[in-house]
């Protein structure tokens, strides 16, 4: 049998699959690709060959069991003989340089064809050494059996394209090529029937690479029709890696922005922030974002385009002032410093001198202390891949069991919930008060606060408490021994004689403050908002008693800056808002609001929907396997609150704010926005149940009731009734 064999277009696309065929129409187009081998879907028939059989649908009893078995088979069955010495040619023939890095993929026949993507649906293994390259393709091939393939097949084999995607016959292959590095890398995506491509860099700046990343896709539509590819790129040089069916978002939302970036004389890449403001703004949180977005230098842009919130990564213009270097531990400090002397509770300030404070301290979060964290992190990562160490299955172990305001924002809530009698409780919701009580539902300033609205925090812990959810605290020595554990297996492993282990300490304990910093910045902002807040309901007071406000809440809703104005002219005795100016903004206000909560912008910035209907695709957040009935949850939203009482439950939601998790009971979390290393994963790993994020579409896929699968290792949802 041929287990591997070199890429080129008399190969039978049937032994190499998805992702080494797109390889080979990339080459084929005249692009720049890596020299890669496939090893053939004969490899994969070979050791599977005697192990146990799939079953053809999660519903069958037993169904878990079997599949893991099945995989557990293929992890054990010893390679063909004479394959490994093979492997160990092919991969000197394309990089003997020492030190060589690789990359092990996925090529699954069911892969990237203009009928079905299953994106997402198998692993792939980046940067890898040659000593690790056997064992990350066995951890490939075994991706193929897993309940989310399972799910995809048995949905995909009833529909009207049934034929070749049976389970237990999968062709599956696997992709080996050089790893690529570059300046920048990312995805880019043409419907030329549409005519504007979309290039997001994932890494860097695709400035440079632009040009030559278009005419890319404008070869490539004429020859395949709409297309998405991947790329990685140093300076004008690109390397494209896949090339998969590309299918445009139907909603065009984000050309709205992407004008605005044009008249603002800009070409970024414009997101909407779905994981921090999934509702459209107050007109007063649109004007913080405005105020911002004019006067500070974080890195990003940001605009509000019908209601909602999007952003935008923007470089730095050349010769602008490189900022001073610090430590994580140092910048959150003199962060904290900052809000004790501007953030006094007690005191009344002018709206005028609130926004000062609020400026002063969203620069040094977001233009300080977020950039030293991420350097932090990368500092930590490039000097384990110097190390020759995958950071990919390390760094979740090594950044656990971190104190940090999110452990004691739960801890609280388990406090209340633990309290035997309504005295301990009241005193368990006032110490909850005290450490959070300026956070609220959402990040809006016009949001009462925790406490402003105690009664509804006491709501949600005691619906806590009355559904019998588990709130026993982590193990904390368990999780500390974790984590050292691995911070000293990774020590051993460098010369005593060297500076390498101080540096070694030296960057984790960076990178662990980076963790800390990541979840204490949230409490901070909630501060400096709820700053602001308290001067925009002085005024919203004063306007109400002189009858210009139907009531304080108001303001909020009238433009930021009409309040602002209006606060400087009524110190020099000269209002100029009219009560009927006041009620016709009001109203326009919350219109608008209503209009634009019917008419969210799409998720899918590059169309990578399920394109099987119940069965989304997301990232693994937290790993598990639970099944359970989806629960919508709308909580983020303050007016429209859903009840969420079971544990035995599967949240569906657009975002979880940090705030809300500790108070939600369920068995697995699924949330369309997000990272591995946000909030909702970094919680669900330490309560220990299954999380998927960036699961786009969910929303849209699932219903209250309905019964999934959450697969929080391959990132996958499936509804199985």
Known sequence: MSFLVQLDRNVPAEKIGGKARSLVKLAAAGLPVPPAVALTTELFSSLRAGGPALPGTLAATGALGAIESAAQALREAPWPPGFAEALRRALAALDGRAGARFVVRSSAAIEDRPDALGAGLFLSRLDLPMADVERALREVLASALSPGVVAYCARRSSSADGPGFAAGGLGFAALIHPFVTGDAAGTAALDSSHGVPIIEAHQGDATLARPRIQDALARLTVMHGPVEVEWAATGYEVTFLQMRPYRRPTRARLAEINQIGSQMGSHLGWHWDAAHNPLPLSPAQAGLVALVDRVCDTGLRQQTVGGYLFYAHAPRPAGATKRVSTSVSEALAALRALCDARLDPRATVSLDEALESFVAIYQQLFGVVQPAARAARKALIDFLRRQGTDATPRLPRLLAAVPSAARTRAELARAFARAPEPAAQADAQAAYLDRFGDESPCWDVAAPTWRETPARLAAKLDRRLRAGERVDSPNDSSNDDGWRAEADAVRATLPVSTPARSEWDHLLAEARAAVAAAEDDDALYARAQA???????????????????????????????????????????????????????????????????????????????????????????????????????????????????????????????????????????????????????????????????????????????????????????????
């Open 531 to 721: 700053h602001v807040r308290r001067a925009l309901l002085h005024e919203g007071s004063r306007l109400a008693a002189r009858g210009l406000l139907r009531q304080a809440d108001d303001v909020f809703w009238l433009p930021l800056d009409r309040v602002r104005r209006e606060a400087q002219s009524e110190a020099h005795a000269a209002p100029t808002l009219t009560r009927e100016e006041a009620a016709r903004l009001v109203d326009d206000a919350r219109r608008a609001d209503a209009a634009a909560r019917n008419a969210p912008p799409s998720l899918a910035d590059a169309g990578r929907v399920g394109e099987v209907s119940g069965l989304i695709r997301g990232r693994s957040g937290a790993g598990g396997v639970r099944i359970g009935r989806v629960r919508i949850w709308s909580d983020v939203d303050p007016e429209r609150g859903a009840e969420v009482d079971s544990a035995a439950t599967v949240i569906v939601a657009r975002t979880i704010l940090p705030t809300e998790l500790p108070l939600i009971a369920a068995t697995a979390l699924v949330v369309e926005t997000g990272g591995p290393l946000d909030h909702v994963a970094a919680q669900a790993r330490e309560r220990g149940i299954p999380a998927v994020v960036s699961a786009i579409g969910a929303l849209a896929a699932f219903e209250d009731g309905d019964r999934v699968i959450v697969d929080g290792d391959a990132g996958l949802i499936a509804r199985i009734d």
